[in-house]
């Protein structure tokens, strides 16, 4: 299988959301780290960030700190596993109510569509993987996992300052990410070529990520649409960036401000090829209760199609009670 990840920003001629300039490109270069951020360029990003996901729920990171190799080193782990014998794959399935493992293709379900992927996650890098059939697996997660979460730490801190709270705010609340306690999820996807176009089968039903924020790092292939009022419209492709939506929780702790972003992968008119991507579900601990935050924010019109998070009657959700409850919708038989 080959990786597409460096073709042009345009590979096809579908127009696309980045063709057009319309999303927004975050550098993240000189931010410092997360025990000597550089606090100046924290509060550009900060402003920055907010303004992207207040307006259009995502946005592009570029010198974020990733490598590329690290990426295709992951893609060709999850590729050696996908070509592994059904029974052997069977060993690591996901088992409910737990999230980590192996996700064969029509477990998951966004859409009455039948949803063409395999899925790997990882809920901690200790838990089992397999490490014995595919040599190197283990490596690979471990690298991409904590480069992963660093990123997500400083996108934290800059998410706190821009909400005007103290820097360590929304840290604080995801101190355990892939530990013990924590949600958060490294999911490796593979999306196998259809070949030609199929009626009723698609790659990702339209549907919001359940947590506070998602990065995806994904190759050239396409597919990604984002929901604009009632359209749909293709995201495109910027070699090396990181995307950056926002989730259920983000924009039920802004009360809406950050609203939840609508999305969903489509087979390409190009369907012969497959499709690889990293997605990091940031997730807050688990047992922390989720309640709007005391704040405003001043942007232009919002153009995203807000998910509304549910409430318990007379009580408040914790984000562990969040999660479940939408793992019992999507994987619902």
Known sequence: MSYCTNAPMVTHTCETLLSKCEIPIIDLAHMGTERCPQKGVVKQVASKLLRALSEKGLAL???HGIPECKMKAAYRALDAFCELPDETRAKYERVSPDNHGYVKPGTEKFSDEMELRHAFNVTECQRILPEEEVLGF???????ARDFKQLATMLLTALSVGLEQSHDFLLSKHAHILGSGNS????LLYYPPVGAPVQGLTRCGAHCDYGTFTLLAQDC???????TGERWARVGHLPGAILINTGELLAHWTNGQLPALRHRVVVPEHCGRGRH???FFVHPDNDIPIEPLDTKITTANQETTPCRLQKKKRSVLTAYQHLQRRFRETYAS
Request: without cysteine; glycine residues 8%; aromatic residues 0%.
């Open 277 to 279: 991507s990293i997605a």
């Open 138 to 144: 283990r490596l690979a997660v471990d690298e991409l």
């Open 221 to 227: 292939e396409g597919g990604l649409e984002i929901q």
């Open 184 to 187: 958060s999820t490294l999911r």
């Open 61 to 63: 990171l570029v010198n």
